[in-house]
């Protein structure tokens, strides 16, 4: 992408507990080359620390926020009610409710103040989503996200070749699909 020095994503977690589900959104951004900080900034037991990171956040450059918690998962919401970056919202499971607390807490937002909200425990695709913003404006990332696209397609095709092989009678349409 095109070269930058200072973080464009950043990356907040409401407990380090958090960090198994948020890993593969930090792993999507260093893949695709993206400068990013890591921090976590719980919004009930840090809420004054974490309202002036997400005050300051488009003042130090960053251009997307990804934001996971769990159960009361107030901390994407709060992020997007200081900032204009678009926030991403990632639920993250707990023991009791299977994360549909935190997907629910994370994801109906008032009018005005909206938080987008991927699948439960989906840190991938957060980071996705966050490379997919940043290259509406950088042709280089998005020639990469085009080519991760084919690599989707390409596994899919090997998914189904094996499959059908496994799967289907000798003499049948798809027998021994190469
Ligand atoms: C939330 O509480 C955090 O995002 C985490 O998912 C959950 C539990 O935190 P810990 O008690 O594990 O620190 O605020």
Same mark, same amino acid.
């Given at each position: 992408?095109?070269?930058?020095?200072?973080?464009?994503?950043?990356?907040?977690?409401?407990?380090?507990?958090?960090?198994?589900?948020?890993?593969?959104?930090?792993?999507?951004?260093?893949?695709?080359?993206?400068?990013?900080?890591?921090?976590?900034?719980?919004?009930h037991r +840090?809420?004054?620390?974490?309202?002036?990171?997400?005050?300051?956040?488009?003042?130090?450059?960053? +251009?997307?926020?990804?934001?996971?918690?769990?159960?009361?998962?107030?901390? @994407?919401?709060?992020?997007?009610?200081?900032?204009?970056?678009?926030?991403?919202?990632?639920?993250? @499971?707990?023991r009791q409710?299977?994360?549909?607390?935190?997907?629910?807490?994370?994801?109906?937002?008032? =009018?005005?103040?909206?938080?987008?909200?991927?699948?439960?425990?989906?840190?991938?695709?957060?980071?996705?989503?966050?490379?997919?913003?940043?290259?509406?404006?950088?042709?280089?990332?998005?020639?990469?996200?085009?080519?991760? +696209?084919?690599?989707?397609?390409?596994?899919? +095709?090997?998914?189904? =070749? =094996?499959?059908?092989?496994?799967?289907?009678?000798?003499?049948?349409?798809?027998?021994?699909? =190469?």
């Amino acid at each position: 992408m095109t070269e930058h020095t200072t973080p464009l994503v950043g990356v907040a977690m409401g407990s380090d507990s958090d960090l198994e589900v948020m890993q593969p959104a930090v792993d999507v951004l260093a893949e695709f080359g993206v400068p990013h900080e890591v921090r976590v900034l719980s919004a009930h037991r +840090r809420a004054h620390e974490m309202l002036a990171w997400g005050t300051e956040a488009a003042g130090r450059g960053l +251009r997307v926020i990804i934001a996971g918690a769990g159960g009361a998962a107030h901390l @994407p919401g709060m992020l997007a009610s200081v900032t204009s970056c678009p926030v991403i919202g990632v639920p993250v @499971p707990l023991r009791q409710l299977d994360g549909l607390d935190s997907l629910l807490s994370i994801a109906q937002m008032p =009018r005005g103040v909206p938080v987008a909200t991927v699948a439960i425990g989906n840190g991938q695709n957060a980071g996705l989503l966050a490379v997919r913003i940043l290259a509406t404006s950088d042709d280089e990332l998005r020639a990469k996200l085009d080519a991760h +696209r084919d690599e989707i397609a390409e596994s899919s +095709r090997e998914a189904d =070749r =094996r499959v059908r092989n496994k799967t289907e009678s000798p003499g049948g349409p798809g027998f021994r699909v =190469r």
